[in-house]
């Protein structure tokens, strides 16, 4: 168990929906990443949160947004979803502010777009 | 070309070999990272290291730092132990980014 955890685990639902994945970061960890990765691909690195403030980010469509919250945990919405949205989507915390940290991962949110 | 580079993509072995994965990178790095993400999808961090050598159970991870290249050994390996195993750099050192290889797939038959 790696003290981070995802929720939902499975989500399915229609193109052009909203959905909204959520994560809570290992007790102490600041930092919080999401990545997408989808069938057969690597991680796509998404968006990078630090004490509740956006550091840095990636290839993320205009219609994800993310947060994070003064708990630390941290939410990606997703809305206008397309076929194209199928993935896992994983959160990973670090204590670190950049990447010297260790980065711990949940089990990851399986979006399935119909 | 990627910055991380592994090899082989994928992998079959029968239980109880020694098996070996190469990750190979490019870039000026200021760790290394091995990950399994498991078939159900989860994925566990299994070693940060940024020089020599680091020991786990059965896994072994090696890192030569002139020679930009890393290797995960698994003793002795099991039908456990099939999985993708994934490896990352920090890179550039001092930012927020870590790049992934896109995984060697492993299968340990019985």
């Known amino acids: 168990d790696s003290g981070v955890t995802q929720t939902p685990k499975h989500l399915i639902t229609a193109t052009g929906q909203r959905v909204t994945l959520r994560c809570s970061p290992r007790?102490?960890?600041?930092?919080v990443y999401w990545y997408q990765q989808s069938l057969d691909q690597g991680l796509q690195f998404l968006i990078h949160y630090y004490n509740g403030e956006e550091r840095a980010k990636g290839n993320i469509l205009e219609r994800f947004s993310a947060q994070q919250f003064p708990d630390l945990h941290s939410e990606l919405n997703l809305s206008s979803l397309e076929l194209g949205d199928s993935a896992l989507y994983f959160c990973a915390s670090s204590e670190a502010s950049l990447n010297t940290g260790e980065l711990f991962f949940g089990e990851g949110s399986r979006l399935t777009v119909l | 070309k990627n910055e991380v580079e592994q090899s082989p993509q994928n992998l079959t072995a029968q239980e109880g070999e020694f098996i070996t994965i190469n990750c190979s990178y490019s870039v000026g790095i200021s760790a290394l990272h091995w990950l399994q993400q498991h078939p159900g999808g989860g994925i566990v961090s299994l070693f940060m290291?940024?020089?020599g050598k680091k020991k786990h159970g059965r896994l072994i991870a090696t890192i030569n730092i002139q020679e930009k290249h890393s290797s995960l050994h698994i003793t002795a390996s099991h039908p456990r132990d099939s999985a993708v195993y994934i490896c990352?750099?920090?890179?550039?050192?001092?930012?927020?980014?870590?790049?992934f290889g896109t995984g060697t797939r492993l299968k340990v038959l019985a």
């Open positions: 290291l940024s020089s």
């Open positions: 007790s102490g960890d600041l930092s």
């Open positions: 990352a750099v920090s890179s550039p050192s001092g930012t927020y980014k870590y790049i």
